[in-house]
């Protein structure tokens, strides 16, 4: 028997729905464009976050301080920028710290910077023939210093310090005005703004007339 041949009705392709992203971006409206006062004003509030910002972080927790003088050669020179971390955030301070203390007195007219030698309780003691510094009977080991202590500015020794104060010298001894001058005496810890954590901008330093900036780094 011949094999019944039957009509195939033709397949008809399925159109893929629309998707409802397409209709969704063929429907959105269009984005207007950014006017220049807009960008002008969200510039503003970006720049004023950041001045905020920057007041905050320098008023209390960091500040500069620049370096005048030549009392911390070969430490410091004149010109450097330290970054100093705030007394109320800096902690303890400890012997041999470098810090910054604030005018108290008539006969400083500026901020100055020295190294704590003794913290209070501390007997400080000064052999200015030998030019070795005691404290506590012990002589103190000095590897920053300049030169030899030789030069007595007024302070009477043995001194014994009061708990909160503690006694700054320069490392370039003899030609500093510390507390061995009567004049500045042991120092009260209230009078100290911060620790001298880094050097951030070196001076010149004063034999090659140039910036060494292989000597940025922690302050020691």
């Known amino acids: 028997m011949a094999e019944e041949k039957k009509d195939l009705e033709p397949v008809q392709e399925q159109q893929p729905p629309e998707t409802e992203t397409a209709e969704k971006t063929e429907n ?3 984005k207007e464009p950014e006017t220049l006062e807009t960008a002008l004003y ?3 509030q970006a720049l004023i976050t950041a001045v905020v910002g920057v007041v905050i972080l ?3 927790i960091f500040r500069l301080i620049g370096v005048n003088g030549p009392s911390m050669q070969d430490t410091l020179y004149t010109g450097d920028r330290l970054l100093v971390i705030n007394s ?4 303890e301070y400890k012997q041999g710290d470098v810090v910054v203390a604030r005018n108290y007195n008539a006969d400083l007219n500026e901020t100055i910077v020295k190294r704590i030698v003794a913290v209070g309780g501390q007997t400080v003691d000064i052999d200015f023939t030998a030019g070795v510094v005691y404290v506590d009977g012990a002589p103190l080991a000095e590897p920053y210093v300049k030169e030899p202590t030789y030069k007595p500015e007024g302070t009477e020794f043995p001194l ?5 104060e503690v006694f700054l010298m320069g ?3 003899n030609r500093s005005t510390d507390s061995r001058s009567s004049s500045l005496g042991p120092v009260n810890v209230g009078y100290l703004q911060g620790k001298a954590v880094f050097l ?3 001076g010149q330093t004063p034999d090659l007339e140039a910036r060494e900036w292989d000597r940025i780094g922690p302050v020691r």
Do not use: Y
């Open 28 to 30: 959105a409206p269009e």
């Open 42 to 44: 969200s510039w503003g």
């Open 58 to 60: 320098f008023t209390f």
């Open 88 to 91: 109320l955030l800096c902690g």
């Open 160 to 164: 014994t310090l009061a708990e909160d």
């Open 171 to 173: 490392d370039n001894r």
């Open 200 to 202: 951030l901008i070196p």
